[in-house]
Nanobody
Framework: QVQLVESGGGLVQPGGSLKLSCVAS????????MGWYRQAPGKQRELVAV???????SYDDSVNGRFTISRDSAKNTVYLQRNSLKPEDTAVYYC???????????WGQGTQVTVSA
């Protein structure tokens, strides 16, 4: 059974940094394409970053240049380094497969990030 556990969120001031982690367990290809998603209050979940294989990455325009996605395949972990945070980055952040969820309809609990002075 696949499980995704996100961590590393918290309260941070504008301009600050946070690194999120997502540990995957169960029957999952450790090189599967993975994405970080976020859902702000009252909004739909959106994709912010993708990693394909070991290194190929892509980003939504809203985070390009500020966020960096990476992975440690040995630990089956995907990271999201987030710099120059803005209040509009406030959301619950999730990781999952891309372009489809690893398991249909399954999402982890996510990690809350709040950017506020």
């Amino acid at each position: 059974q696949v499980q995704l556990v996100e961590s590393g969120g918290g309260l941070v001031q504008p301009g600050g940094s946070l690194k999120l982690s997502c540990v995957a367990s169960g029957k999952i290809n450790r090189f599967a394409d993975m994405g970080w998603y976020r859902q702000a209050p009252g909004k739909q979940r959106e994709l912010v970053a993708v990693i394909r294989g070991l290194r190929a990455t892509s980003y939504d325009d809203s985070v390009n240049g500020r966020f960096t996605i990476s992975r440690d395949s040995a630990k089956n972990t995907v990271y999201l380094q987030r710099n120059s945070l803005k209040p509009e980055d406030t959301a619950v952040y999730y990781c999952n497969g891309y372009p489809r969820t690893i398991v249909a309809g399954y999402w982890g609990q996510g990690t809350q990030v709040t950017v506020s002075a």
